[in-house]
């Protein structure tokens, strides 16, 4: 089964906090290649609150990491961690979320809104195990819920802290906040408009809208967590003239024959392929700013961009997570975009060397173009969890 | 009267040599000015083997290296007729 699991989150801290209670932790183990999510909401806001979950979601992190049953995690986790003096319950909720290879998720889910779980665009309902705990020192009745979903394709697994479902309490609207049904018939009115839609777009789109009804300051921290289970999407990049003129014609065959979307950095290898395919090469010169060149157009290519400059602006933005970049209408800013709504990246790298870049007088350094294309894939795999692959021709 | 074709290259090197100062200018000429250029980027052309120096421009076909804002506008200037700003 070819798939690929596309993770995303997004956070909208406390209005006056710079930073979130709620802590997100997403790794991919090499070894046996399982997605690990962790949500981890601490009690109160700010430093203290984002302290306590960090802590409680490393761990969680660690022992699915090592192979550790998650109940028994969760169980280590909750009997490690102290309870609040003053109040007699956990200093965080968590919900750990493990997938595996072949697509099994496995869900342990403590205090925290219950995950919503979408098949074909709607909302089902999964069964739960319920498991209680019994710590003398706290001071409720405390329970996990377990529960196990085989993955298929187009499903998503929603997870978010209480600031979502609370978000708006107290206002005309909702009294009682968003609450857990409105969410869902959210996210299902975000399946109806597109059913492909990105974790990326998706929890993005659900912050912003819990933080919409709080009236546009967050009362909570606001976070929200995606998993969808898809085809892969394939991106190819393009960059660098062939060392050898006799692989031109291949590599523009292999460009033009790609089932993905396709991204062309760089003006040497543009004219190469536009020679090669024998499609005109259009430079559009708005989509640019100060710093990164003017991008251009060409029939059955996503993007054609400037080379070093360019890439060295999308490794910044990957690298810095600078998502606000994204929506810019420049070169470096759609190529960017791009990469994050795709899932797997092939870098073909050129490594003929460009005498224009050996100019004494330009003012600083031009990178070698195979550091910053490592550069990128370094942070699409750690920041991102995408799959990449880079060839040198 | 005459319309000019101008070219320019948008290659990284020309780009941060001036070729992004040349852009603004030329987006920022008025109206009427503006209406007689045939602007067009092109991609690197490897003008800098020629033995002149970046950021290039062409113009009617005439390749003119190390141009800059003054020069452009200088040409703009004797081409068209008139005065640019």
């Known amino acids: ?393 | 009267m005459k319309n000019i074709d101008l070219e320019i290259c948008t290659g990284t090197t020309c780009y941060l040599l001036g070729a992004a100062d040349l852009i603004d200018v030329l987006e920022n000429l008025p109206e009427p000015l503006r209406e007689r250029i045939n602007l067009r980027g092109v991609a690197c052309e490897d003008l800098c083997k020629s033995g002149s120096r970046p950021p290039f421009v062409k113009i009617n076909g005439i390749v003119i290296g190390e141009m800059t804002s003054e020069r452009l506008l200088a040409t703009l200037e004797n081409t068209l007729g008139g005065t640019t700003c």
């Open chain 1, 1 to 393: 089964m070819d798939y690929f699991t596309d993770i995303a989150w997004a956070q909208q801290v406390k209005e006056g906090q710079r930073i979130g209670g709620d802590a997100v932790f997403l790794s991919r183990t090499e070894k046996d290649d399982r997605n690990i999510c962790i949500l981890s909401d601490g009690l109160g806001s700010g430093v203290k609150a984002n302290v306590l979950a960090t802590m409680t979601g490393r761990m969680a992190q660690r022992y699915v990491e090592e192979e550790k049953d998650i109940i028994r995690a969760a169980e280590i986790i909750m009997n490690t961690l102290p309870v609040c003096r003053e109040r007699r319950i956990s200093y965080a909720t968590f919900t750990i979320c493990e997938i595996t290879a072949d697509g099994e998720a496995r869900i342990l889910e403590y205090d925290n809104p219950p995950y919503i779980m979408i098949r074909e665009g709607r909302v089902m309902e999964v069964e739960k195990i319920r498991r209680e705990l019994n710590r003398p020192s706290a001071f409720k009745k405390e329970e996990i819920l377990y529960s196990e979903v085989k993955l298929q394709y187009g499903d998503r697994l929603i997870f978010f802290s209480d600031g979502v479902t609370q978000a708006g309490l107290g206002t005309p609207g909702y009294p009682l906040g968003w609450r857990q049904k409105k969410v869902a018939q959210f996210i299902e009115g975000l399946m109806n408009t597109d059913r492909m839609l990105s974790s990326w777009h998706l929890t993005r789109s659900l912050t912003r809208q819990a933080r919409f009804l709080d009236r546009g300051k967050a009362m909570d921290d606001i976070t929200a967590l995606s998993v969808y289970f898809r085809r892969p999407r394939e991106i190819l990049v393009v960059t660098g003239p062939p060392m050898d003129q006799k692989n031109d014609a291949p590599m523009a065959r292999r460009i033009a024959e790609f089932p993905g979307k396709t991204v062309l950095a760089g003006g040497t290898t543009a004219n190469l392929v536009s020679r090669e395919l024998n499609r005109k090469l259009t430079i559009n010169l708005k989509m640019r700013t100060e710093k990164v060149p003017p991008a251009s157009e060409m029939e059955g290519i996503t993007l054609v961009t400037e080379g070093m400059l360019t890439l060295t602006r999308v490794a910044e933005i990957l690298e810095k997570k600078d998502e606000d970049a994204l929506s810019g209408y420049d070169g470096a800013s759609r190529f960017a975009a791009l990469l994050i709504n795709s899932d797997r990246a092939v870098f073909l790298v050129g490594t003929r060397i460009n005498e224009a870049h050996q100019d004494p007088s330009i003012p600083f350094e031009i990178g070698i173009r195979r550091t910053i294309v490592k550069r990128i894939a370094a942070a699409l795999e750690t920041n991102y969890l995408k799959k990449t692959t880079t060839e040198y021709i």
